[in-house]
């Protein structure tokens, strides 16, 4: 069935009321095996991602000697491999940075459980065990001197 519209006065073109590509003319079908196939692939791939997002660990804080805060540079390094303790999920992950300006470091490890903070400062490189857990943890930390042997310690 078509329908004139008057164009200009005078004149009129008509139009189909239905496309020619309508349901009866098309040749496809829905494959719903594809479809649940589709679906589990990017059901398990988002499940994948929210498996490593909770595997992450983080730990941060400050770091000073004296009451003042560690120079910017000096370096941080997190040892969870299998000489720093149990360290679940680590495998021998080492994760390093450096403090900035107000003696503040941040590191991220896929590793869990206990590892191994150490600093290299002032020629020496003292050390402090450490647990990482799935939610970020806060460690401030001192450096002290003792008989000329630097020690780290939690404030």
């Known amino acids: 069935m078509d329908i004139a519209l ?3 006065p005078g004149t009129h073109r008509t139009f189909p009321l239905a496309p020619p590509w309508g349901p009866e003319n098309c040749s496809f079908t829905p494959n719903l095996e594809v479809s649940m196939k589709k679906t589990l692939v990017c059901i398990a791939l988002l499940s994948l991602g929210a498996a490593t ?6 730990i941060f804080g400050t770091i000073s000697e004296n009451g003042k805060a560690l120079p910017a540079g000096v370096a941080v390094k997190l040892d969870c491999g299998s000489g720093s303790g149990s360290g679940s999920g680590g495998g021998g992950a080492s994760v390093s940075g450096a403090t ?3 003696g503040s470091y941040s590191l991220k490890s896929t590793a869990t459980g ?3 903070l150490t600093l290299t400062y002032k020629g020496a490189n ?11 943890g806060k460690y401030d930390l001192v450096v002290r001197g003792d008989a000329g042997k630097l020690t780290l310690s939690r404030k």
Do not use: G, I
């Not at 997002?53 to 983080?58: I, M, N, P, T």
């Open 100 to 102: 900035d300006q107000f």
């Open 126 to 136: 003292p050390s402090l065990p450490v647990t990482l857990y799935e939610k970020p």
């Open 53 to 58: 997002a909770v595997r992450a660990a983080e």
């Open 6 to 8: 008057p164009r200009q």
């Open 114 to 116: 206990d590892c191994r």
